[in-house]
């Protein structure tokens, strides 16, 4: 793979070439296994293998030139890059136990110089896998959180213990007198307190001295460096030069009174003066990007007023996009052809038959002269006759027709062709005006649709940022990674939630029960979905509704038949409302089947994109109308609307259906003709409120007819003691088959739907 070298490239490496150094020269208890570990941990991640080899090795052997020390060194590389060079050819990732297993291996020469020493060489080896689970953990975040930096507790135990490591590797390192470290922890604590964070200052500066001390083997680098990181923190200001010159003296007053050592004021202070001028140079604009990345400042107020903004542009568009659908839809329904009248229908056909058939006879003079007027009013009623019956006969020419016109046979054959034709043309224009009128619906929907939707998107937005911290904070505590949390509430005044957490943590019930008690309102999770390619899921939590459903459903096939004509819909339209849906198709068996499931199919479409009930069932109905077969359907729709405690049934050419609650049964009335028989539907519709233990029945005709009554019916209905909807539906099933001496005589499905607390046992 061919790598592009930019100065991003050079920095990067640079960086990783000087922690191998620091690593290398880290000891504890003249043990030094970190830079090994290291290697491996950059293996692992995906560094460039070959520079980190030529790293390894030439850190460890410039640090402790042995021939050992090179054994031991070349014996880990050689092994990690086998490992990394076998999964590469494998195309396949390395496993983490894999790394685990493959450091472990490749410190054979070490165990073999140090085989004697048994407690050292276990130290050695725990040290070690310490340490690289360490340093994987490290650079996982700061490879894929570039511009977030909130850290869970692991994570930042895992930071401070390399801290520890990168100041145990400094502490040795000085020219004459003067010692890196010092420098490194001043500019350290002047970054630090400067972008605003007590806590951490006191934390990075404590592991770094800790790291020194364990080097030095001495307690008075942390000490001293305690001290001046609390007075940092006291004495912080918003000049840098103030605070230098403030730190500058607290280091002269401490070493004059505190840690007097033998060498010199100018060496002791001097790393300080330099740290400070460093400071000074350091551009406020970068200070503050480097807090926005280590403390996820909360200050994102442009970027949430953007989300108004762009909501007020979405709003605008979809109006104007709306207006374009409106238009659209009166083009259509002025381009539906008018059907003629009768009388033009007549005076156009008479004219047709008299240029066709009286055009060319022979007697047409004479039988003008003896008819007169009365010849044209002989063609008007024969084809008035043709046009309302169907067909003209020879009986129903007029006798003086009879008696004078010598093509009786072709007139009559000529009348019932054009009035054949005429029929056709109907039927065409019919089809054709109500493909238009249902395009023209469609587009009237749509439009209202857009401006719907426009009106929920038309308020500005809400957000509480002290809420927000307060999660992630909490989250944090409780070891669950939560990179971001937005809160917001909209018009309605429900407040919704979206986390960005670590997948693994997506649906942990921890994060329902933090924000439950933060937010004072009971949240569920309503969606998980992935952040680009991250190791991340976006959740979005919202209000916890009052009630739930649970669903049962029992079907049979009319006998000797393979398919059930009926067809079933249980869907959820958002995270409130579920449609409840049964389709008995024209007759049974397989045509029944297919008709019934294109019907339901088109329904839930609708529904499932937002459109009302009018436009839903005049549209399926428009659509099955065209069909010249003669294919409907019965439809029986309930809508549960969770959040508003209401059930909306619509009914065409379905039987009853019934609402059992407390111990008492409601009849949903039945009525209409079925979808598709007319062009216009007229629905039965029927709502109701709902409430904890409510069940609602819904049934097709082979099962109702089975009871032969809705008395029958709801006797049966009011004895069953069960609450269970499963085996509410197929009771009910199996009653309707011994009433028809367990055999179906027609397709036969029953549905039904309980709803409950959501905090009921």
């Not at 790598?3 to 920095?11: F, P, R």
């Not at 991250?534 to 079907?555: I, M």
């Amino acid at each position: 793979m061919k790598v592009k070298v930019n100065s991003k490239y050079i920095i990067k490496y640079l960086a990783v070439f000087f922690v191998c150094l620091v690593l290398a020269n880290a000891k504890v208890n003249n043990l030094s296994p970190f830079v090994y570990a290291f290697f491996f941990a950059c293996l692992y991640v995906g560094f460039d293998e070959k520079l980190l080899a030529i790293f390894t090795l030439a850190s460890a052997v410039a640090v402790s030139p042995s021939l050992e020390n090179f054994f031991v060194a070349l014996t880990v590389v050689a092994v990690g890059l086998v490992v990394f060079y076998v999964h590469r050819l494998m195309k396949k990732k390395i496993h983490l136990a894999t790394i685990f297993v493959s450091f472990l291996f490749s410190l054979v020469t070490f165990i073999y110089y140090n085989h004697n020493d048994i407690k050292a060489l276990i130290f050695y080896l725990l040290l070690g896998a310490i340490c690289l689970y360490v340093f994987i953990i490290v650079m996982h975040v700061l490879l894929l959180r570039k511009n977030c930096f909130k850290l869970t507790l692991d994570e930042s135990i895992c930071f401070l213990f390399v801290i520890v490591l990168l100041g145990a590797g400094i502490a040795p390192v000085h020219i004459f007198e003067f010692y890196i470290y010092r420098f490194v922890l001043m500019l350290a604590i002047l970054v630090f307190v400067s972008i605003g964070s007590p806590a951490l200052t006191y934390s990075v500066t404590l592991a770094f001295a800790f790291g020194v001390g364990l080097g030095e083997m001495t307690l008075i680098p942390v000490a001293e460096f305690a001290l001046l990181a609390l007075l940092a923190g006291i004495f912080s200001m918003p000049h840098k030069f103030k605070i230098v010159f403030t730190m500058l003296l607290s280091s002269v007053f401490l070493q004059y009174f505190f840690f007097n050592r033998d060498i010199s004021l100018l060496y002791e202070i001097l790393p300080f003066v330099l740290a400070g001028i460093i400071f000074i140079c350091i551009p406020n604009k970068v200070l503050n990007s480097l807090a926005d990345i280590v403390y996820v400042k909360k200050s994102e107020m442009s970027s949430r007023n953007l989300i108004n903004t762009t909501r007020k542009n979405i709003r605008k568009r979809m109006s104007e996009l709306s207006n374009v659908f409106l238009d659209m839809k009166q083009i259509h329904l002025n381009m539906v052809k008018r059907d003629l009248t009768l009388e033009e229908l007549i005076a156009m056909l008479t004219r047709e038959v008299m240029n066709t058939c009286c055009k060319d006879c022979l007697d047409k003079n004479r039988c003008t002269r003896s008819l007169g007027t009365d010849n044209k009013s002989n063609l008007e009623l024969l084809i008035e006759i043709a046009v309302t019956k169907g067909k003209v006969t020879l009986l129903d020419i007029p006798p003086n027709l009879t008696n004078r016109c010598a093509k009786v046979n072709s007139l009559i054959s000529l009348i019932n062709r054009l009035s054949s034709e005429y029929r056709q043309y109907k039927s065409m224009l019919a089809d054709v005006n109500n493909v238009k009128i249902l395009l023209a619906d469609q587009m009237g929907a749509v439009s209202q649709l857009l401006l719907d939707i426009g009106d929920e998107i038309d308020t500005n937005v809400t957000f509480d940022i002290a809420r927000e911290n307060k999660i992630i904070s909490r989250l944090l505590g409780l070891n669950i990674e939560c990179r971001e949390v937005l809160l917001y509430t909209e018009k309605n005044d429900e407040i919704s939630a979206v986390l960005i957490v670590k997948s693994d943590n997506a649906y942990n019930p921890i994060i329902e029960k933090v924000l439950t008690e933060t937010l004072k309102a009971p949240m569920q999770i309503t969606n998980v979905s992935p952040v680009d390619d991250s190791d991340y899921n976006s959740v979005t939590l919202r209000r916890k509704t009052k009630y739930d459903c649970a669903f049962g459903l029992s079907s049979c096939n009319k006998a000797g038949n393979i398919e059930c004509g009926d067809c079933h819909s249980i869907i959820r339209l958002g995270s409130e409302k579920f449609l409840l849906a049964l389709c008995d198709g024209m007759g049974s068996g397989k045509s029944a089947h297919k008709m019934s499931a294109m019907t339901l199919g088109l329904i839930e479409n609708f529904y499932k994109v937002g459109f009302d009930n009018e436009i839903v069932l005049e549209s399926v109905n428009k659509l099955l109308a065209i069909n010249n077969q003669e294919n409907y359907s019965t439809l029986d729709v309930c809508l549960l609307d969770l959040n508003k405690e209401i059930a909306d049934f619509i009914k065409v050419g379905s039987p009853f259906g019934l609402i059992k609650r407390d111990g008492n049964i409601e009849i949903v009335e039945g009525g209409a003709l079925p979808i598709g028989a007319l062009d216009n539907i007229s629905p039965a519709t029927y709502k109701t409120t709902i409430s904890t233990k409510d069940i609602i029945i819904m049934a097709t005709d082979g099962v109702t007819d089975a009871f032969t009554s809705q008395e029958n019916m709801i006797e049966y209905v009011s004895k069953l003691a069960s609450n269970n909807p499963q085996t509410l539906a197929e009771n009910i099933l199996n009653e309707a088959l011994r009433l028809n001496d367990m055999e179906a005589r027609d397709d036969m499905t029953v549905l039904v739907a309980r709803t409950y607390l959501k905090n009921d046992k």
